[in-house]
């Protein structure tokens, strides 16, 4: 019991950090690429400034990055507390995942945002879900690699 309460904190980490990296690093690389598609067919990706703002301003890289891989920085940190604490935590987890999906929508939706940049925002949120779910999915599970 010893040895694999020793193991298992070691193995995680590299764990963790190998699915942060890639899942981050594809989420980064693919929506900066609809990004760039967006701004050379001239849309203005005009956004609120923040929560309840009726001022809108451009969409810059760096919210496009940060927006690409803080969820999964927090999807992995769930995810392994699913695997701590409860007996399911891969169903859980594609859950949570599918859940967070719908929810990214609302602003989107809601937003008083132009058809275009809906759809360009709207392009991006997939990515990042599916990024989470094939890549941070498996620091559910219970078996280490």
Known sequence: MTATASTTP????????RAI???GAISVVVNLAIYVIARIADVD??????PGSDTLSRLG???VVVASVLPLVLAALVALGL???????TRIFRL???????????????GDLSGETALTVGLM????????WFFVTPLTDTEEA
């Open 96 to 110: 949570l995942v599918a859940l967070g999906f719908v929810l990214s929508y609302v602003n989107v939706v809601a």
């Open 83 to 89: 695997r701590r604490w409860t007996t399911q935590p």
């Open 61 to 63: 890289v760096g919210p």
């Open 10 to 17: 070691t193995s995680t980490g590299p764990r963790l950090g």
């Open 45 to 50: 990706l005009l956004v609120p400034e923040g």
């Open 125 to 132: 949120h997939p990515i990042v879900a599916a990024t989470a």
């Open 21 to 23: 990296a890639l899942a």
